[in-house]
């Protein structure tokens, strides 16, 4: 067994590294839960006949007051937060994933034909990835979430809430991996594989994804799992400021902004277990993030 575990370097430090083990674990925990929510959770938080409003306000189990059923509490409408909480990493991890998906395609594909073609191409997709460097992510979806409520009618606009908000976060996160893909393309142009494929008369494109990309992967994979952890907290920045997910559909984002409207009334729950939880959720994939990098980068071992 330790022999197996040795010729695979990865898991070898995996299985010594207490921090990667346990925010794997978290991270695992908190994604089959959003998986399952459907059938883990109590009620529906969409569902407003699975819920009632004599059950408000209710304290966690462990307070004077509570109601053994509501393990966490209530929220003000009588939700149940474990419940809440569920479905909102549920929703959350969908725009995260979706963002992050979009981001990828985008910047990967733009970053690999940069690298390849080179010359007049090259030097506009990096002077726009310049310029939006320079601005924050969080000021590029602000700014992509308004011109999609200038243009699309109003009529749709609360339909398509989820469908902006994911384009917008994915429009912000696109830079880190067309960059990457840049110079890791770069650098593979000089290897012999890739100019023996060139002179066989390979096409561009099974050049890039067939040859290329394959290579590259890793310096890839180190940024989709930081970033994920960006796109969930983008998505719970703007649905806390407002302008992400309504309150009728409950991102960890939106139940954050809810418990504040209680922070000093004395319900406390409503706030800090929704925080808590998201904090738990971005700091066990940063730290997987992390691991990734010291995996791929053997001088940062």
Do not use: C
Not at 69 to 95: C, E, N
Not at 131 to 152: C, E, K, N, S, W
């Amino acid at each position: 067994m330790i022999a197996f575990v040795k010729k695979y370097e990865g898991l070898w430090l995996f299985v010594h590294s207490s921090a990667a083990i346990i925010a794997a674990l978290v991270a695992a925990l908190i994604f089959l839960g959003a998986v399952f929510a459907p059938w883990i959770a109590l009620v529906n938080p969409y569902d407003l006949s699975s819920f009632s409003l004599f059950d408000g306000l209710l304290p966690p189990m462990w307070e004077d007051g509570a109601n053994p059923k509501f393990i966490l509490g209530t929220d003000d409408q009588g939700r149940d937060m474990v419940s809440s909480i569920l479905y909102g990493a549920r929703l959350s991890l969908v725009i995260g994933l979706s963002a992050l998906t979009i981001a990828a395609v985008l910047g990967v594909g733009l970053g690999l034909a940069a690298g390849y073609y080179g010359g007049r191409f090259d030097a506009i997709v990096m002077r726009i990835a310049d310029v939006q460097l320079a601005l924050p992510a969080i000021l590029t979806a602000l700014l992509i979430d308004g011109i999609a409520r200038g243009i699309l009618p109003s009529a749709i606009q609360q339909d398509l809430r989820v469908a902006v908000l994911t384009l917008a976060i994915a429009l912000s996160l696109w830079v880190n991996f067309a960059r990457t893909a840049r110079a890791s393309t770069f650098v593979q142009m000089n290897k012999e594989y890739v100019q023996a494929a060139i002179m066989m008369g390979q096409r561009p494109i099974r050049v890039m994804f067939i040859h290329i990309l394959p290579n590259i992967l890793g310096p890839l994979l180190v940024i989709m799992t930081v970033d994920l952890a960006s796109a969930i907290l983008l998505e719970a920045t703007l649905s806390f400021l407002g302008i992400g997910l309504p309150a009728d559909s409950p991102s960890l984002g939106t139940l954050i902004r809810i418990g504040m409207q209680f922070l000093l009334s004395g319900e406390w729950w409503i706030l800090w277990i929704p925080t808590l939880f998201l904090v738990a959720l971005v700091v066990s994939i940063n730290i997987l993030g992390d691991f990734l990098r010291d995996i791929f980068n053997p001088r940062l071992r």
